[in-house]
Nanobody, 122 residues
Framework: VQLQASGGGLVQAGGSLRLSCAVSGRTFSSYPMGWFRQAPDKERDFVAS????????DYADSVKGRFTISRDNAKNTVYLQMNSLKPEDTAVYYC????????????????WGQGTQVTVSS
């Protein structure tokens, strides 16, 4: 399984970005998916997760009401719509696939993308 994240960039505070993560393989719909982020000198933190069918989602408290995770199983892609961005959202964002459970911590995920940089200026 290979994951390719894209869509990061530089945006002003209050702006929006949509991240995409394309997943190789024909079993995409069998994987719960997650987004994590890692700022410099900090741990990798949970952002959002979505169930196999897309009907169940979870969010970190810091992004609730601003970010939306979704997936298109026909396109083997998971998305993260980020609105009302804040400077503290600046980080490298990673998508991840789990072979088992839709978790909240990195070690519960088995496959990772390369990361895409999001920078929010004040």
């Amino acid at each position: 399984v290979q994951l390719q994240a894209s869509g990061g960039g530089l945006v002003q505070a209050g702006g929006s970005l949509r991240l995409s993560c394309a997943v190789s393989g024909r079993t995409f719909s069998s994987y719960p998916m997650g987004w994590f982020r890692q700022a410099p000198d900090k741990e990798r933190d949970f952002v959002a997760s979505i169930s196999r069918g897309g009907g169940i989602t979870d969010y970190a408290d810091s992004v609730k009401g601003r970010f939306t995770i979704s997936r298109d199983n026909a396109k083997n892609t998971v998305y993260l719509q980020m609105n009302s961005l804040k400077p503290e959202d600046t980080a490298v964002y990673y998508c991840a696939a789990s072979a088992n459970t839709r978790g909240l911590i990195p070690r519960e995920y088995d496959y990772w993308g390369q990361g895409t940089q999001v920078t929010v200026s004040s």
